[in-house]
């Protein structure tokens, strides 16, 4: 089988590894790829919002399956392209537009959760016309208030503050088109919920699923989980706080009821759910919604699946997911990841990184995010640069694995919090 994988982050990195343990695989194709990644397969000089452009490239390449690692290709309705191509036949793992805007759309997946009630936070939705009331709906909501922007702002459109002067500063930037450009055009403000973040995945073809490993991210820039939002600095899988009783309830409530609302507003869906979910008691409530896998989730996450990624994603293009037999690795996996300093505000790239040859006996995996090989040698290209994946027995051995690896790698301006998984350590 031939593949070509959309992306070129650590996530992508995690897949690309993934899929080439697969005897399925012939060609393993990646667009654009990053600096760890070229061994793995073939780097593609094509962009991936330009749908034409990938359909060139999967007829003169023999394409069997297209792999989409980041939401702004599906939530642009890249499957429904290739779904609709007469001259190319495809497979395509990631979601139809429709279903990809359980993502590209915050008032869309309130809505959706409402309409099937999924239970998540109450709020309120307010276009660009509306700043005044969206001003005065603050009234309605205890601090802290928490405001997004309606679409996509790569991991970074929500503001949460106890200041009310800062909320309405906050709604005039976004539907002044100002912060987030369009992805801020419409936003919802939502209530606060206090509780402890889980990630919860799905794989599925709109009727049959299968629950993946779940896991926690750390979000913020500061350690203590203070500062700005980033894409994530780190994540730890499984969540030791998780109970069997909070995980049934999160099937019971949100998954099965999410599939089977998919199935009744006749929304096709063929890929992954990523359910952001807060633990407020004993019981789950949707925070987002992602139509892909996330990002440092995904490099802890599949490196847990014992099963072949590739044959997983068959079975689920050719309808027969229900036949296939997922097998998870008990073994814990944590990820550090290592950012250039000043993400994620503005931060300078392209310094050498040295030491990320690991020892054979290491047990865990190198993933690159922001990187780029220039004369043989590696140079960081982005904010968040490596994710440092360590296994063991226990969270607890798995991140001690990551962060003796991390203390080995350098660049100029290298950046790590030093407390990932340590608020679940507390707990355990």
Known sequence: MNVLLLGGGGREHAMAWKMSESSLLRDLHIAPGNGGMQKLGIMADVEAMDFAAVERY????KIDLIVVGSEAPLVAGIADYFDASEKTQVA????RKKGAMLEGSKEFAKAFMKRHNIPTASFASFGQDQLAEAVAALDS????YVIKADGLAGGKGV?????KKEAKDA????LEGEAFKDAGKRVVIEEFLQGQEVSMFVITDGKSYHMLPSAKDYKRIGEGDTGLNTGGMGAISPVPYLSEEFKQKALNQIIIPTIKGLAKDEIPYHGFVFF???????DPYVIEYNCRMGDPESEVVLPRIKSDLLHLFENLCSGLLSEYDLEIDERAAATVVMASGGYPGKYETNFEIKGTEADPKWDGMIFHAGTKISRRKLYSNGGRVLAITGRGGTVEDA????????AKIQFQDAYYRKDIGADVLDLA
């Open 92 to 95: 395509v793992v990631g979601p």
């Open 159 to 163: 503001i949460i503050t106890e200041s």
């Open 141 to 144: 909501f205890k601090t802290p």
């Open 171 to 174: 709604l005039k930037s976004m």
């Open 58 to 61: 999967v007829r003169r390449h």
């Open 276 to 282: 952001g979910l807060m633990k407020v008691g004993s």
């Open 399 to 406: 991140l001690k694995r990551s962060y003796e690896q991390a």
